[in-house]
Nanobody, 116 residues
């Protein structure tokens, strides 16, 4: 099982980041994929998801209009373009299938810090 998220970093409010995730084929193929955000001291929540074929996307209200999820089925990767970042976007971002449960493997995620 592989879930390797990268692309995080420190960015000023209003800035942008692009996260990417490489997933093993058995997780990725045929599954809806999502990006999850875990803010400090809070539970992990789904902020963006994409259907297996890539034609359908869905966003949490906090991400709508600012984040864009995409996937490359040939490379088993899923990405999240994050614009107009806010301090509340700070936290660890994980990718996983949309069916993932807390007890599933999540990988290390990637840290995003939005601060001036």
């Amino acid at each position: 099982v592989q879930l390797q998220a990268f692309g995080g970093g420190l960015v000023q409010p209003g800035g942008s980041l692009r996260l990417s995730c490489a997933a093993s084929g058995n997780l990725f193929s045929g599954n809806g994929m999502g990006w999850y955000h875990q803010a400090p001291g809070k539970q992990r929540e789904l902020v963006a998801s994409i259907t297996p074929g890539g034609r359908g996307t869905s966003y949490a209200s906090s991400a709508k209009g600012r984040f864009t999820i995409s996937r490359d089925n040939a490379k088993n990767t899923v990405s999240l373009q994050m614009n107009s970042l806010k301090p509340d976007d700070t936290g660890v971002y994980y990718c996983n299938t949309v069916q993932a449960r807390s007890y599933d493997y999540w990988g290390q995620g990637t840290q995003v810090t939005v601060s001036s």
